[in-house]
């Protein structure tokens, strides 16, 4: 069900190991990798000083953007569940005071976005 779930977009979450080898080049000397969700090709990145978000781009996922977000950046978040016919979840997160979400991402189900957000909050909060 992991590959299907990966297609459909619905966030799986992924081994740290695996992703602090995949993004080491972008961690500074003392950070590390808490958790990991793969949406697709997009990766969710949370250690324990940002949230980093990979943009797989191109036909074969070569090209990537690292969206780098510090967590005292983060003024505030909300996630949207599914619903009957609604069948996509949303999290849009702001920075400072901006009036828009800087980040708006779409899971296809509620299944992990939950999790998702309970480590932001983790991270924000703390």
């Given at each position: 069900?992991?590959?299907?779930d990966?297609?459909?977009?619905?966030?799986?979450?992924?081994?740290?190991?695996?992703?602090?080898?995949?993004?080491?080049?972008?961690?500074?000397?003392t950070?590390?990798?808490?958790?990991?969700?793969?949406?697709?090709?997009?990766?969710?990145?949370?250690?324990?000083?940002?949230?980093?978000?990979?943009?797989?781009?191109?036909?074969?996922?070569?090209?990537?953007?690292?969206?780098?977000?510090?967590?005292?950046?983060?003024?505030r978040?909300s996630?949207?569940?599914?619903?009957?016919?609604?069948?996509?979840?949303?999290l849009?997160?702001?920075?400072?005071?901006?009036?828009?979400?800087?980040?708006?991402?779409?899971?296809?189900?509620?299944?992990?976005?939950?999790?998702v957000?309970?480590?932001?909050?983790?991270?924000?909060?703390?």
């Amino acid at each position: 069900m992991g590959l299907f779930d990966g297609l459909m977009g619905n966030a799986t979450q992924k081994d740290t190991t695996n992703i602090t080898r995949e993004v080491q080049e972008i961690l500074i000397p003392t950070e590390q990798v808490e958790l990991a969700f793969k949406l697709v090709r997009d990766l969710i990145i949370f250690t324990d000083r940002r949230m980093i978000i990979v943009d797989k781009q191109g036909m074969t996922g070569k090209k990537s953007e690292y969206k780098s977000i510090p967590y005292r950046s983060i003024s505030r978040f909300s996630i949207e569940t599914s619903g009957h016919f609604d069948l996509d979840a949303e999290l849009k997160i702001w920075i400072s005071s901006a009036e828009l979400p800087a980040e708006s991402l779409q899971f296809r189900k509620d299944k992990n976005i939950i999790a998702v957000q309970q480590a932001l909050a983790a991270a924000v909060l703390s």
